[in-house]
């Protein structure tokens, strides 16, 4: 059974940063894209950043500058550096890991930026 479980979240104050990791375990085929997605109170979950086997990286225009995404593939890890945070930040991150078969999220972790 394939599992992503995050770690990092939590509460930072403006301006401030926060290193957000996902670790991959179990039987996972070859993984293609490792992502972070973000779900603010009452909207839609959306893209923050990606990163994909080759390296090409893709972000929000609202992180573009300020956070950086990282993966080891040898570990089956990937990084979420969040730097300027800022309270528009605030919500729940999701991993997300796609393989040719399928699509894998993780639980989720809180991150709160406080003014």
């Known amino acids: 059974q394939v599992q992503l479980v995050e770690s990092g979240g939590g509460l930072v104050q403006s301006g401030g940063s926060l290193r957000l990791s996902c670790v991959v375990s179990g039987r996972i085929s070859s993984i293609r894209d490792m992502g972070w997605y973000r779900q603010a109170p009452g909207k839609q979950r959306e893209l923050v950043a990606e990163?994909?086997?080759?390296?090409?990286?893709n972000y929000a225009d609202s992180v573009e500058g300020r956070f950086t995404i990282s993966r080891d593939s040898g570990k089956n890890t990937v990084y979420l550096q969040m730097n300027k945070a800022s309270p528009e930040d605030t919500a729940v991150y999701y991993c997300?890991?796609?393989?040719?078969?399928?699509?894998?999220w993780g639980q989720g972790t809180q991150v709160t930026v406080s003014s």
């Open positions: 990163i994909t086997s080759r390296g090409s990286i």
């Open positions: 997300n890991v796609q393989t040719f078969l399928s699509d894998y």
